[in-house]
């Protein structure tokens, strides 16, 4: 990885750390097909009737199963594969503009040290992950 790209993915590690984001990539899928398969069986034991309360049962057991599995951004972010990387790179880079800095220490000051800059990372980062990633975000408590 390019030294730039990594001072970045260092900066939006750092953002995400201390705004304390934690992401869960929808499993929706499995919901979809704990749902389904609950209303299959409650139709073929319980006719009309059982299609109803089959689907509805269902439907709150995928959602538990595939609730509470957030981690913190920062841990998602580094196990991006190099392509998802550079593309979170140029969106990011398009926020810095001709911010000039030496290493990533120095780039995580510089935007942490300036509020205006701090929120467009923290916005373009949760665009990223919701739109590209199709993930869902929560803040730590």
Known sequence: MAPRMEDVMRL?????????IMVAVRS???????????ALLGGL????????????????LGSWLTSGQFKPL????????PSQQKKLYSDIMAILGNLN????????????GNATLQQQVTAALLNYVS????AEVRYRD
């Open 131 to 134: 739109k590209e990633l199709r």
């Open 45 to 60: 034991f319980g006719g009309p009737p059982g299609i109803a309360v089959g689907g509805a049962v269902g439907g709150l």
């Open 12 to 20: 939006c590690c750092d953002v995400s750390a201390n705004q304390q």
């Open 101 to 112: 800095w030496t290493d990533a220490a120095q780039l995580v000051a510089l935007v942490m």
């Open 74 to 81: 920062p841990q998602i972010l580094m196990e991006l594969p």
């Open 28 to 38: 929706s899928a499995k919901g979809a097909v704990v749902a389904g398969g609950s």
